[in-house]
């Protein structure tokens, strides 16, 4: 089991990593059509529910189990292509670049189909090793609290002008994480 750092029933080598990826598409950025009012004393926030849709935005994350770590991207959209892409810029950086063995974990979405997908990996990557959560199990990957995470602290309430501002809002999320993470 990869989350305790063992493949195949083998603890894996000091220098071997193991990332989590997947990615979060359709956030959207929602114009309200009034302010968010702030809590006040013996009130609760208030959002207005009337608002504009002003676009969306699709978030590719890589959670780095060893330090808890993240590597983010914001592609324009969401396939094999731009998935492979962020898989290239992902082991072009320590400690994947480095490290004798890369072990991903990912889900059964269609840019990273398990039925395809691992012999497009092995063509271009040899130290590159792919675990799948089952099928219907995405909530498996830990990547997945990340998000939430991101969805609950950056993204409420979502009163955002457009696409640029989450992605600015997300970056300054995945920064203020960077600088505090610690393995999950």
Same mark, same amino acid.
């Given at each position: ?28 950025? /929602? ?12 009130? $609760?926030? #208030? %959002?207005?529910?009337?608002? !504009? ?50 072990? /991903? ?12 997908? $691992?012999? #497009? %990996?092995?063509?271009?990557? !040899? ?58």
């Amino acid at each position: 089991d990869l989350y305790h750092r063992t493949w195949e029933g083998r603890p894996l080598n000091p220098g071997d990593v193991v990332f989590c990826l997947d990615e979060k598409t359709c956030i959207q950025a /929602l114009g309200r059509q009034k302010p968010t009012q702030p809590p006040a004393p013996g009130k $609760p926030t #208030r %959002v207005e529910h009337e608002y !504009s849709q002003n676009g969306t935005v699709i978030y590719l994350a890589a959670l780095n189990m060893g330090n808890g770590g993240v590597v983010g991207d914001f592609p324009d959209a969401n396939n094999k292509v731009t998935f492979m892409s962020f898989m290239e810029r992902l082991l072009s950086l320590e400690p994947c670049r480095s490290a004798p063995r890369v072990f /991903l974990i990912l889900d059964n979405g269609p840019s990273h189909d398990p039925r395809t997908f $691992p012999a #497009r %990996v092995a063509e271009r990557w !040899s130290k590159v090793y792919l675990a799948f959560t089952p099928k219907h199990g995405s909530w498996l990957n830990a990547v997945e609290q990340y998000f939430s995470a991101v969805e609950r602290k950056a993204l409420t309430p979502n009163d955002l002008p457009g696409p640029e501002a989450v992605k600015d809002r997300i970056r300054g999320f995945e920064e203020r994480h960077n600088r505090h993470a610690r393995a999950p």
